[in-house]
């Protein structure tokens, strides 16, 4: 640290202290802040530093030290010991995430950020949670935010957010490397380097390797022999990111990252197929203290390409994001940020065809501190999308590029208020609407596969998928536990449903072969409730339970995506921990209800799959050899040797031995 950014940081510390403060800057560390609050602190929501209890919308903070101790390797599977999200498995390496129900394959509800930037894939409207660029190992922490808040967080974060903060290359100082082996043929390796060079550069480094064998049973013959469904999951992963303080106001950074894994994904309409898939991104953002308030500006592009097991064509996607926000305060009371988006996403799915859209978003925030003990909030965004393709004009398929000529134009919305009434309580309501537009997949992807007699089609007149929800929440600090309870109640509207290449729309002779194209589906709704509970006690333990109620009313038309049906009624996970001397030991179960989907088991049939109630458990016992360097062993589903806790592939118990080593 210069000597002279001692004034300013002083000030904005101060600052930070003010209720109702939202102004955020570089120039201050969220492990500061969080000395500063005395527990995790976020800046994502409003812009300026708050525990999760200010936020105005439902958030949970997952620390670093949990991500250490879950025993877990991939950032769903934390997410599965430590809240009530619907996790669903289907492969060795290959998750959904769901929010308050709907958590059917390739999700496209949930927003995923790093660092802000996002990792949501456009073209097909998921999360490749494999292909993330970031280790376990340099994650700060995960934040979780419930409901839609596009207007707080970002593009289509129509179901919820998880918004992942790694350590700062100017503020953390931090090294390590694990290996990693175990049943299933399991082998990983990685390296993590975060750290200042010199009072004003600073750099961080990643890089993994992993490969192990695939989920062998539930894999159907047509995927085994068709689809190289079983191929071994393997991914390699490297990411940097270069930081400069130009200034005590100013901060500059790049950031680079390149993934490739391959394996039998499981998608959405229920089957396996084989891809290989690589991402690619460039990043470069500043942000300065221009005297009156914080300005942050970002442009990045993300490049993919995916081959299947069928198909010569690959898959290319290009996304270009350019996005600036001014985040300031008028008196002690108000915070106020507004902001810009451009974004270019182009997809090519077939030769000769393209078919993309530019998006140009605006925004506004305010953020009043009415008291020392009620806040509130109002964020609003606007979006306005221009459609386009070209090579669609084929005989054999519904529509050519004049139906490609299309516009949307769509708001969303968050309000939330938050009262303290004692030092140790607080109540949240919020209301909010997201708009998840459709993914490029929906509107423009086409192929035909004439050995199995059917062909797919994107609908370039799908409309979007508009979301309402409404929640109450209420947390308190009990020092009895040395924790905290939460309760939220939550009721939310979901309006166009897009059924993905799930429905058989056209037949011969209107076109040579059965063609598959999106549609909307319908209305749904649910309304259900979040419990969650953790705490101290003893010496060296503690504790934690989360529960979710999602009851879901649907008129949908039939799919083979049953939306309805996708999620449990009821989750709940509970974890136990001791940590003493050298060492520490984890335990995790987690219940999940009745759930049901349909297969497709070969060209033209599908069956459904009902997954009864379960309780699945993890475990973690490590020994810390030194002050450096720690041996673990880690076991997932160990109370079965194979359980079916989805429709796809079976879950076998696995274990893991792994070393981790600080320098």
Same mark, same amino acid.
């Given at each position: 640290m210069?000597?002279?950014?001692?004034?300013?940081?002083?000030?904005?510390?101060?600052?930070?202290?003010?209720?109702?403060?939202?102004?955020?800057?570089?120039?201050?560390?969220?492990?500061?802040?969080e000395?500063?609050f005395?527990?995790?602190?976020?800046?994502s929501?409003?812009?300026g530093?708050?525990?999760?209890s200010?936020v105005?919308?439902?958030?949970?903070?997952?620390?670093a030290?949990?991500?250490?101790?879950?025993?877990? /390797?991939?950032? &769903?599977?934390?997410?599965?010991?430590?809240?009530?999200l619907?996790?669903?498995q289907?492969?060795?390496?290959?998750?959904?995430?769901?929010v308050?129900?709907?958590?059917?394959?390739?999700?496209?509800?949930?927003?995923?950020?790093?660092?802000?930037?996002?990792?949501?894939?456009?073209?097909?409207?998921y999360?490749?949670?494999?292909?993330?660029?970031?280790?376990?190992?340099?994650? !700060?922490?995960?934040?979780?935010?419930?409901?839609?808040?596009?207007?707080?967080?970002?593009?289509?974060?129509?179901?919820?957010?998880?918004n992942?903060?790694?350590?700062?290359?100017?503020?953390?100082?931090?090294?390590?490397?694990?290996?990693?082996?175990?049943?299933g043929?399991?082998?990983?390796?990685? @390296?993590?380097?975060?750290?200042?060079?010199?009072d004003?550069?600073?750099?961080?480094?990643?890089?993994?390797?992993?490969?192990?064998?695939?989920?062998?049973?539930?894999?159907t013959?047509?995927?085994?022999?068709?689809?190289d469904? !079983?191929?071994?999951?393997?991914r390699?992963?490297?990411?940097g990111?270069?930081?400069a303080?130009?200034?005590?106001?100013?901060?500059?950074?790049?950031?680079?990252?390149?993934?490739?894994?391959?394996?039998?994904?499981?998608?959405?309409?229920?089957?396996?197929?084989?891809?290989?898939?690589?991402?690619?991104?460039?990043?470069?953002?500043?942000?300065?203290?221009?005297g009156?308030?914080l300005?942050?500006?970002?442009?990045? /592009?993300?490049?993919?390409?995916?081959?299947?097991?069928?198909?010569?064509?690959?898959?290319?996607?290009d996304?270009?994001?350019?996005?600036?926000?001014?985040?300031?305060?008028?008196?002690?009371?108000?915070?106020?940020?507004?902001?810009?988006?451009?974004?270019?996403?182009?997809?090519?799915?077939?030769? *000769?065809?393209?078919?993309?859209?530019?998006n140009?978003?605006?925004?506004?925030?305010?953020?009043?501190?009415?008291?020392d003990?009620?806040?509130?909030? @109002?964020?609003?965004?606007?979006?306005?999308?221009?459609?386009?393709?070209?090579?669609?004009?084929?005989?054999?398929?519904?529509?050519?590029?004049?139906?490609?000529?299309? !516009?949307?134009?769509?708001a969303?919305w968050?309000?939330?208020?938050?009262?303290?009434p004692?030092?140790?309580?607080?109540?949240?309501?919020?209301?909010?609407?997201?708009?998840?537009?459709?993914?490029?997949?929906?509107?423009?992807y086409?192929?035909?596969f004439?050995?199995?007699?059917?062909?797919?089609?994107?609908?370039?007149?799908?409309?979007?998928?508009v979301?309402?929800?409404?929640?109450?929440e209420?947390?308190?600090?009990?020092?009895?536990?040395?924790? !905290?309870?939460?309760?939220?109640?939550?009721?939310?509207?979901?309006? *166009?449903?897009s059924?993905?290449?799930?429905?058989?729309?056209?037949?011969p002779?209107?076109?040579?072969?059965?063609?598959?194209?999106?549609?909307n589906?319908?209305?749904?709704?649910?309304?259900?409730?979040?419990?969650?509970?953790?705490?101290?006690?003893?010496?060296?333990?503690?504790w934690?339970f989360?529960?979710?109620?999602?009851?879901?009313?649907?008129?949908?038309?039939?799919?083979?995506?049953?939306?309805?049906?996708?999620? &449990?009624? /009821?989750?709940?996970t509970?974890?136990?921990?001791?940590?003493?001397?050298?060492?520490?030991?984890?335990?995790?179960?987690?219940?999940?209800?009745?759930?049901? *989907?349909?297969?497709?088991?070969?060209?033209?049939?599908?069956?459904?799959?009902?997954?009864?109630?379960?309780?699945?458990?993890?475990?973690? @016992?490590?020994?810390?050899?030194?002050?450096?360097?720690?041996v673990?062993?880690?076991?997932?589903?160990?109370?079965?040797?194979?359980?079916?806790?989805t429709i796809a592939?079976?879950?076998?118990?696995?274990?893991?031995?792994?070393l981790r080593s600080?320098?």
């Amino acid at each position: 640290m210069t000597n002279r950014a001692l004034p300013i940081r002083a000030f904005l510390i101060a600052l930070a202290l003010a209720p109702g403060s939202a102004r955020a800057t570089s120039d201050i560390g969220h492990a500061e802040l969080e000395a500063l609050f005395g527990e995790p602190v976020t800046t994502s929501a409003t812009g300026g530093p708050q525990r999760a209890s200010q936020v105005p919308a439902s958030m949970e903070i997952i620390t670093a030290e949990q991500i250490r101790r879950s025993g877990a /390797h991939d950032i &769903p599977a934390v997410l599965a010991r430590y809240t009530s999200l619907d996790v669903q498995q289907y492969n060795a390496h290959d998750y959904t995430v769901g929010v308050r129900g709907y958590a059917t394959a390739m999700s496209p509800r949930l927003l995923v950020l790093v660092n802000g930037r996002q990792v949501y894939l456009d073209h097909y409207g998921y999360v490749a949670w494999d292909s993330l660029p970031v280790q376990l190992a340099e994650i !700060r922490q995960i934040e979780v935010i419930k409901g839609p808040n596009a207007a707080l967080f970002g593009f289509n974060a129509a179901g919820g957010v998880i918004n992942i903060i790694t350590l700062d290359p100017l503020h953390d100082r931090q090294s390590t490397g694990t290996l990693r082996v175990g049943t299933g043929r399991y082998r990983e390796a990685s @390296v993590t380097h975060v750290g200042p060079i010199g009072d004003n550069l600073g750099i961080r480094l990643s890089a993994g390797l992993r490969g192990e064998q695939a989920w062998r049973s539930g894999h159907t013959e047509f995927e085994l022999a068709q689809l190289d469904s !079983r191929r071994s999951p393997t991914r390699q992963q490297v990411a940097g990111e270069f930081a400069a303080r130009l200034s005590d106001r100013v901060r500059v950074g790049i950031e680079a990252s390149y993934n490739r894994a391959i394996a039998g994904d499981f998608f959405d309409y229920g089957q396996f197929w084989r891809q290989d898939r690589r991402i690619w991104n460039l990043r470069g953002r500043v942000s300065a203290d221009i005297g009156f308030g914080l300005l942050a500006a970002s442009v990045y /592009h993300t490049g993919y390409r995916e081959t299947f097991a069928v198909g010569a064509s690959p898959t290319d996607h290009d996304l270009t994001v350019a996005e600036i926000s001014h985040t300031f305060k008028l008196g002690a009371s108000h915070t106020l940020r507004h902001m810009l988006e451009v974004r270019r996403s182009v997809m090519s799915a077939f030769p *000769g065809s393209e078919v993309g859209y530019t998006n140009i978003a605006v925004g506004a925030m305010w953020n009043w501190a009415i008291s020392d003990t009620v806040e509130s909030t @109002v964020a609003l965004r606007g979006d306005y999308l221009r459609l386009n393709g070209r090579g669609f004009d084929d005989p054999n398929f519904p529509d050519g590029d004049s139906a490609y000529r299309r !516009r949307f134009r769509d708001a969303s919305w968050n309000l939330g208020l938050v009262w303290h009434p004692t030092p140790i309580e607080t109540w949240r309501i919020g209301a909010s609407r997201g708009v998840s537009l459709p993914s490029l997949y929906d509107l423009g992807y086409r192929d035909s596969f004439p050995a199995f007699g059917y062909q797919d089609t994107g609908n370039p007149r799908l409309q979007p998928t508009v979301v309402h929800d409404f929640q109450i929440e209420y947390r308190r600090n009990i020092e009895a536990i040395a924790g !905290r309870i939460a309760v939220t109640g939550f009721y939310q509207i979901n309006r *166009g449903f897009s059924s993905g290449l799930s429905v058989p729309v056209l037949e011969p002779p209107q076109v040579p072969y059965t063609t598959f194209m999106p549609l909307n589906l319908g209305t749904s709704r649910v309304y259900g409730v979040d419990l969650a509970a953790q705490g101290r006690f003893g010496t060296g333990f503690t504790w934690g339970f989360a529960y979710r109620l999602a009851a879901t009313e649907a008129e949908f038309r039939p799919a083979l995506i049953d939306f309805k049906r996708a999620s &449990p009624r /009821h989750l709940a996970t509970a974890r136990l921990g001791w940590a003493g001397g050298r060492w520490e030991l984890d335990g995790f179960l987690r219940y999940a209800g009745e759930a049901q *989907g349909w297969r497709v088991v070969d060209e033209s049939n599908a069956v459904l799959v009902q997954v009864q109630d379960q309780v699945s458990a993890a475990l973690r @016992v490590a020994y810390q050899v030194t002050p450096n360097l720690t041996v673990a062993l880690e076991g997932e589903n160990v109370l079965q040797e194979r359980q079916r806790q989805t429709i796809a592939a079976q879950a076998p118990r696995r274990f893991y031995l792994s070393l981790r080593s600080s320098f």
